[in-house]
């Protein structure tokens, strides 16, 4: 598979080491020479001394789904030669910091050494600079093994550094240093390499975290409370940073208000308490943050409360692999909290999507006074994807629901032929009408609770009326199943009855494993589930097919069985393909297991 | 059926406030609480503070916890919005609710379960940011609704009702409210009406986290003989008040008579002053470490040490140290807010 435009990168580093930057440099530079990219950055739960990799996969026909099977292994971690070493492909490359030359184990693969140190050492004399430009040097010698446009390169250095324009040159001078190296020492390019390339055109390359951020602050969203985890810090982060650029006043006072709070449970009230004032609230957090905000989602269930949450996914159970993937939240957030409760979600697929979608969750969180989640992940929120530039419609309103101001309290009577109670269904689809304190002097106050309620706020204890009110917020999600986003479909064999549904971060994987099984001969329609709860797309999908294979990142298959609980679908039709090692999975994986149930001889043969 | 309104009629001869309005129009539905208990008092201290300082009730927002201070937020202003929230969390339910509109008066009912135990943390960090608003305990020293344990407030040496003792002590939550830097911080008794209703006028007029720890008896549970929290005990202990608060709305003329040297005259924000009639003490409740120390003597002895505490005049509010818009940010239109699509090619082409 390897080849021109089409190979993977890897670079074995040590973190805190400064390699971060370089790396990110790098892969920068092949997106602006046209050339699709998919970075991933796997990491330690540390902050300096373990190691930690980076792994750019380059491929012209656009595939950004993690490969495994490593072309060229960038090796500057002793700590980590044995296991990088092994994941190198036969016939791949080895480059390797040989200022202490070492003997390598396989002779199938090329080894590179460039004494990388003893070159920095000569070159510079502070020893933090010495440090740092070691990878500016591997770079440097990329840039010759790979025949990357040292134009682009200096582009994206300048635009990493800037406000430092010297370090630019400095940077560039570390380059140059690894690139004669090379030069002179191996054959040059590779027969792995780049060339200019049309693929990344009109893309960008950002972050989920980045983007949803982004979202909120399009969204309109003015309170934001937090608190850090890992891998959803950089999303608070991210709207901080956009909303310091484009949501202060001209006296220098802010459109927003930002708190990081005590705990998770703090944060979700905070943002609870603004979504109850009107102001558009939003928290970020991971799974343990779920766990610890879960008392409080059930308390905006059933106040009617709209919030977002936006749950960037990572590797459970308990603290589990905090800097690891999963879709393992699923099922805690669809029924977050005691009691009968359900919660609507969001599945975006990119960084594009974490954008609309995380605007989205707003208009949907507010329409249906709710909470909305967002289920990002690690792999998503964290890695840059190269992804469709963002877009913003103009002409489209924000939807701010059903909000009574003081005139229409005035007349509600008048116009909808009853009385006003927060929680009465006026219009038969299960929302009822709100009131923002301090609207109407005399009008439209009433006492939010989580204890049971009638139609008119009042706490009861009467079954009746409690069974009723919990009926018709049951309705209100029947009116959700209505209005959220709705799956994409994708039909390769018309009529054909192997289905496969799939969602969020496996998209990629998904997409090309559907290539390479019609390259097997094997054709599957392909559904990816964009909401909960389930539009009737979903059901009908599945009625169409005899066996679908649902794609998910968790041991338990819990969308399969999030489908089977509240779509109906029989179970004996519905084959787990299911990958929670924390990595991004691989169209390989995606595909074996479609292969493994449709045919085994050839995966036994494979 | 716990929730009892209350008949609408009332006399045609009541006394009317600036805004026309009867103390009636400041009440709620009936209480449900037990006959006598302390927090039907401040309860009815809060109405007629309200009563008296002219304030628009639907302005005004209640918050709270769980438990049975916590329902109390029911028992007052009709016309206010309240938000009975989870155990604990008032706090940070009215952290949000702050940030989203600044113009509202927060007033905020808990008790000693939902404030020095469960919602300790919270406690804390409201505190720590200065959130502007009236926090108000409820504290009997005991869980009601659960019937009768020991809280956090509770007193070593105060025996539950069965006789049982008490192995810990207690929380101080004025004394913690000062050091974690609090700018208004007062005690009261529930049976002090004359003491409390000043004290709830000046800690609503307060900009920034105002403190008012109110002992309030639980005659179901702990207003035994023996309890420290009980009416008879705080009665003859309440000796020690530190001070008598005035409270002088902004542009008030005053018009009672202080003796010469026995007064303090402390202006706030919005023009009110407080007249501190001294009594027994000499500490100024300008300086916290003399405050810290009155709580403490008069507890060695005994004694409840009642009235304002502690006051810093001029403390910064979270909106301060936010740096948020003037206007409440839920009334800023979307024109503001969201930065449209032209903003939006140039993030796209720095991210090219």
């Known amino acids: 598979m390897s080849g021109i435009n089409d190979f993977v990168v890897k ?63 960038v090796a500057m971690n002793p700590q980590s030669y044995p296991q990088d070493v092994a994941e190198i492909v036969p016939g791949g490359w080895l480059l390797y910091d040989s200022t202490l030359p070492r003997i390598w184990p396989r002779s199938d693969i090329t080894v590179l050494g460039i004494p990388i140190a003893e070159m920095c050492a000569k070159k510079w004399n502070d020893p933090r600079q010495r440090q740092l430009f070691k990878n500016m040097v591997y770079v440097g010698a990329l840039t010759a093994l790979l025949d990357i446009d040292l134009k682009v390169l200096e582009g994206a250095i300048g635009d990493q550094l800037k406000g430092k324009e010297k370090l630019v040159s400095a940077n560039m ?33 950002v972050s989920g975290n980045d983007a949803a951020g982004l979202g909120a602050i399009y969204a309109g969203a003015t309170v934001c409370a937090w608190y850090p985890i890992t891998p959803s810090t950089s999303l608070a982060e991210a709207y901080e940073k956009y909303a310091k650029r484009l949501r202060v006043a001209k006296d220098g006072r802010r459109l927003y208000g930002i708190v990081q709070a005590e705990d998770e449970l703090a944060a979700i009230g905070i943002a609870i308490g603004g979504g109850w004032n ?94 909305v989640m967002v ?232 | 059926m716990s929730y009892i309104s209350k008949p609408v009629a009332h006399h045609p001869q009541l006394p009317r406030n600036k805004l026309g309005l009867t103390r009636r129009d ?46 109390a937020p029911t028992y007052f202003m009709n016309r206010s919005h309240g938000f ?65 344990q020991f809280s956090a407030t509770n007193d070593k040496s105060s025996p539950s009702k069965k006789g049982e003792a008490n192995p810990f002590d207690a929380i101080d939550l004025c004394q913690l409210a000062i050091q974690l830097g609090a700018g208004f911080v007062a005690r009261s008794f529930s049976g002090d009406k004359n003491q409390l209703v000043p004290l709830i006028q000046a800690a609503i007029s307060y900009n920034g986290f105002a403190f008012l720890d109110v002992i309030s008896p639980c005659v179901t549970f702990n207003n035994h003989t023996t309890s420290t929290k009980s009416y008879e005990y705080v009665r003859a202990h309440n000796l020690a008040s530190e001070n008598h608060l005035d409270y002088v709305e902004p542009k008030e003329e005053i018009t009672i008579d202080y ?36 709580i403490r003597t008069n507890a060695a002895k005994g004694a409840v040490a009642t009235g304002l505490l502690y006051i810093d005049p001029t403390q910064q509010d979270m909106h301060d140290i936010l740096a948020t818009d003037a206007r409440p940010l839920n009334a800023l239109p979307m024109t503001e807010l969201c930065p449209g699509s032209k903003a939006l090619e140039a993030i796209n082409a720095r991210l090219q």
């Open chain 1, 11 to 73: 670079f074995a580093t040590v973190n805190g080491s400064g390699s971060a930057s370089a790396n990110g440099i790098f892969a920068k530079t092949l997106f602006r020479m046209g050339i699709p990219v998919s970075p991933k950055n796997i990491f330690p739960s540390n902050i300096q001394g373990l190691p930690t990799w980076y792994e750019v996969r380059v491929s012209e026909a656009g595939y950004t789904a993690r490969r495994e099977g490593i072309d060229l292994m």
């Open chain 1, 173 to 205: 001078e570390a380059v140059a240093l690894g690139r004669d190296f090379a030069s002179k020492t191996f054959q040059c390019p590779l027969p792995i390499h780049v060339r200019h390339a049309t693929g990344a055109k009109g893309k960008i390359l």
């Open chain 1, 278 to 371: 009107g102001a558009r609230s939003f928290t970020a957090t991971s799974g343990p943050g779920i766990s610890l905000m879960s008392e409080f989602l059930g308390l905006a269930y059933f106040a009617e409360v709209p919030v977002v949450l936006f749950n960037i996914q990572r590797g459970g159970p308990s603290t589990g692999m905090p800097t690891r993937t999963q879709q393992s939240d699923i099922t805690i957030c669809a029924y977050a909290s005691h009691g009968d409760t359900k919660h609507v979600l969001l599945f975006p697929k990119d960084p594009t999507e974490c954008f609309s979608m995380g605007a989205e969750a707003f208009d949907l969180a507010e329409r249906l006074q709710t909470p």
């Open chain 1, 375 to 606: 289920m990002s992940d690690l792999d998503i929120g964290m890695n840059d994807w190269m992804t469709d530039a963002f877009s913003w419609d103009d002409s489209k309103a924000h939807d701010r629901g059903k909000v009574l101001d003081a005139e229409t309290l005035e007349k509600f009577a008048e116009l909808k032929g009853k009385d006003w109670g927060r929680y009465q269904d006026i219009d038969g689809d299960g929302i009822p009408y709100r009131t923002l304190p301090g609207t109407h002097p005399t009008k439209g106050a009433f006492f939010t609770r989580g204890t049971s309620h009638d139609e008119n706020a009042r706490y009861t204890e009467d079954g009746v009326i409690h069974a009723r009110v919990i009926d018709r917020i049951r309705r209100k999600h029947e009116t959700a199943a209505t209005i959220v986003p709705k799956p994409e479909i994708g039909i390769r064999d018309k009529g054909g009855k192997t289905g496969l549904i799939y969602f969020g971060a496996t998209t990629p994987a998904v997409r090309e494993a559907l290539d390479l099984l019609e390259r097997d001969g094997i054709h599957v329609n392909a559904m990816r589930i964009k909401a909960f709860p389930f539009t009737r797309e979903v059901a009908s999908f599945c009625a169409m097919h005899d066996r679908v294979f649902v794609v998910e990142q968790n041991r338990d298959a819990q969308m399969r069985a999030l489908l089977m609980t509240e779509a109906n679908v029989p179970g004996t039709k519905l084959i787990p393909a299911l990958n929670y090692d924390g990595m991004p999975m691989t169209a390989a994986f995606v595909r074996g297991a479609v292969l493994k149930e449709l045919k085994p001889a050839q995966v036994a043969a494979e």
């Open chain 2, 26 to 71: 400041y009440e709620g539905s009936m209480s449900t609480l037990c006959a006598g208990c302390g927090h039907d008092s401040i309860t009815a201290a809060i109405i007629e503070a309200s009563f008296e300082m002219d304030l628009p009730a639907h302005r005004i927002a209640k918050v709270s916890g769980i438990g049975c201070s916590s329902k």
């Open chain 2, 84 to 148: 009975n929230s989870v155990h604990g969390r008032m706090p940070s339910v009215t952290t949000g609710a702050a940030i989203a509109n600044r113009d509202l008066v927060y007033i905020g009912v808990s008790g000693d379960g939902d404030t020095a135990s469960i919602g300790l943390g919270q406690f804390c960090h409201a505190v720590r940011r200065r959130l502007n608003m009236t926090y108000i305990v409820m504290n009997n020293g005991c869980y009601g609704l659960t019937k009768g």
């Open chain 2, 259 to 294: 003796a010469e040297g026995t007064t303090a005259d402390i202006e706030l924000h919005d023009g009110s002053r407080l007249i501190l009639n001294k009594l027994d003490s000499q500490h100024d409740p300008r300086d916290a470490d003399a405050a810290l120390m009155a």
